[in-house]
Nanobody, 123 residues
Framework: QVQLVESGGGLVQAGGSLRLSCAAS????????MGWFRQAPGKEREFVAS????????YYADSVKGRFTISRDNAKNTVYLQMNSLKPEDTAVYYC????????????????WGQGTQVTVSS
């Protein structure tokens, strides 16, 4: 099973940017659909973005469209989430995941999770 490690979270002011990274172990990363989810305090984990194996197809939650960009580098076994124009409501723990479905996967459509990285956006 793939192991995933997120990094890049932190504290940022509203309107700022962060780039999250998720490093994967194993030699089969390039065959995995990948996604990002987030979970705010007291809320359920929700889908943020997903990306196809070659990176040609991407899906986003309506709440982040136009602000977030998911990408991947298969040579580095890494998936990224570039987050721009951050809002206080983006505050959450962000998780990357190996997903089984590309189009708007649910948390149940996952095979593996990272440990999460905290993103806090101050107003």
């Amino acid at each position: 099973q793939v192991q995933l490690v997120e990094s890049g979270g932190g504290l940022v002011q509203a309107g700022g940017s962060l780039r999250l990274s998720c490093a994967a172990s194993g030699r089969t990363f390039s065959s995995y659909l990948m996604g990002w989810f987030r979970q705010a305090p007291g809320k359920e984990r929700e889908f943020v973005a997903s990306i196809s194996i070659a990176g040609l197809s991407r899906y986003y939650a309506d709440s982040v469209k136009g602000r977030f960009t998911i990408s991947r580098d298969n040579a580095k076994n890494t998936v990224y989430l570039q987050m721009n124009s951050l809002k206080p409501e983006d505050t959450a723990v962000y998780y990357c995941a190996h997903v089984r479905r590309l189009q708007v996967p649910t948390p149940q459509d996952t095979n593996a999770w990272g440990q999460g990285t905290q993103v806090t956006v101050s107003s």
